[in-house]
């Protein structure tokens, strides 16, 4: 499904923002050796302990009941490749869990590409892929937001020419070069680096990173502002709770186009509020960042949590409604589906 929107900007508005010393512009391909050897100081609240764990086991409650299951064959899933765009527009194709394809400055760019049909840890994928890997332009770089299995895939990695230009955060570079890519950038929070005219922001996430029993928050995690020569911006959250932080990133980057939010993998709730948003909290991050457009994401993809599956779309639409939006700026695009943003 692709639809365009083109709506011209009201008389009031104030007209486009003029660039802003937001964060340090670092080298593209800027490796370091001294990052620290944790980022735990960097946590919004304390991981998990053991109580916390044996709560988790005793209630079982990891998966959704059989009730929550049935809507699987109503989850929206619109498959199709990616429309065209020029130099001159911005696109977005939502592929999938937290996998988009971006297009913007005559770039294509992918968000934590996972293309597996399962990842460790999870039954398979609940929806196909939503754009066949052949139907794909040539990518011309790649961002990550951390380090889990469902954000950073080997296998999709693997299926990428070595010179693509890879963006991740601090402490994850190494993971990479070891996988024989050549352009790598790491960044700090409020570092960025610019690519054919984009520029690529690293901004904070309320999360964590963990791959190995051995390597808890020793790489960064974050989201990504990406901004195009004409000042058009697109903010990718990667995967986060609600906090502080939103409002700081849309301080630091107003007038942000389209924000891609996650609305799933929430319950129970007293296990993942802080480090994923509700459909509720999708919305207030929203209305924080001071975006003009918001897109779901990281739902109807794989099995991470106990909420029904269906009931992330229908809380984040209800959600909407009562903070009073106007509905053609909430962007539910059902997997597969796209939207071009026409300047």
């Excluded at 770089?141 to 296998?155: E, G, K």
């Excluded at 991470?304 to 509905?327: D, H, K, N, Q, Y």
């Amino acid at each position: 499904m692709t639809e365009r929107t083109a709506r011209p900007a009201p008389a009031a508005e104030a007209p486009r923002r003029a660039a802003l010393p937001t964060s340090v512009l670092q080298p593209l391909g800027r490796l370091r050796r001294d990052w620290p050897r944790s980022f735990a100081d960097r946590l919004t609240a304390p991981l998990p302990g053991v109580r916390a764990l044996a709560r988790l086991a005793r209630e079982g409650a990891v998966r959704p009941r059989p009730e929550g299951l049935r809507d699987i064959p109503l989850l929206p899933f619109e498959p199709g490749p990616p429309p065209p765009a020029g130099p001159g527009t911005v696109a977005v194709t939502w592929a999938g869990h937290a996998s988009w394809v971006l297009r913007l400055g005559g770039l294509t760019v992918l968000t934590d590409p996972v293309w597996s049909r399962r990842i460790l840890g999870t039954p398979a994928r609940l929806t196909p892929v939503g754009v066949r890997w052949e139907d794909l332009p040539p990518v011309d770089a790649v961002v990550i937001s951390h380090n889990h299995f469902d954000h950073l895939d080997a296998p999709t990695l693997r299926r990428l020419p070595r010179a693509t230009p890879v963006l991740v955060p601090a402490g994850l570079g190494r993971w990479f070069l070891r996988r024989g890519f050549t352009r790598v950038t790491e960044l700090d929070w409020w570092e960025a680096a610019e690519l054919g005219g984009v520029r690529f922001d690293f901004v904070p996430a309320h999360h964590w990173s963990k791959r190995t029993l051995l390597d808890t928050c020793r790489s960064l995690w974050g989201g990504w502002v990406l901004t195009d020569p004409a000042g058009r911006r697109i903010y990718f959250a990667g995967d986060t709770g609600y906090g502080h932080w939103f409002a700081e990133i849309g301080r630091r980057h107003p007038g942000i186009d389209l924000a891609l939010l996650p609305i799933g993998a929430y319950a129970p709730r007293w296990w993942l509020r802080d480090v994923h948003t509700d459909p509720e909290e999708a919305v207030r991050a929203h209305q924080d960042l001071g975006a003009r457009r918001m897109a779901p994401m990281h739902w109807a993809t794989f099995l991470l949590s106990a909420e029904p599956v269906l009931e992330p779309l229908t809380r984040v639409r209800a959600a909407w409604e009562r903070a009073g939006l106007p509905r053609e700026d909430l962007w539910d695009l059902p997997v597969g589906g796209s939207r071009v943003l026409v300047p």
